[in-house]
């Protein structure tokens, strides 16, 4: 059974960063590409950025040049950088094993760390 547990997330102003990590266990890390995902209030979870086992990112539009993904594999822990963080960053964060394609493999959803962009 996979088991993620988020962390990093927190209150920033407009124009700042937040780096997110990803501690994963339960599963082979090191086989499976990792993802990022987020949920708004009254939106669906959507992928955001992706990762494979060798480094390779993938990110959606909206996060592109802003935030960057990375992994450790000898750690079992996959991070994001977030800069120039937006008001409709607002939302929870979670990581996730997926497939090539994106989409969410292995168990369930971690508890997610919250990410708020006020000023």
């Known amino acids: 059974q996979a088991l993620l547990v988020e962390s990093g997330g927190g209150l920033v102003q407009p124009g700042g960063s937040l780096r997110l990590s990803c501690a994963a266990s339960g599963f082979a890390f090191n086989s499976h590409s990792m993802g990022w995902f987020r949920q708004a209030p009254g939106e669906a979870r959507t992928l955001l950025a992706s990762?494979?086992?060798?480094?390779?990112?993938r990110y959606v539009d909206s996060v592109k040049g802003r935030f960057t993904i990375s992994r450790d594999n000898a750690k079992y822990t996959v991070d994001l950088e977030m800069n120039s963080l937006k008001p409709e960053d607002t939302a929870v964060y979670y990581c996730?094993?997926?497939?090539?394609?994106?989409?969410?493999?292995?168990?369930?959803w971690g508890q997610g760390t919250q990410v708020t962009v006020s000023s």
């Open positions: 996730r094993p997926v497939t090539p394609s994106g989409h969410p493999i292995l168990g369930g």
């Open positions: 990762i494979t086992y060798n480094g390779t990112a």
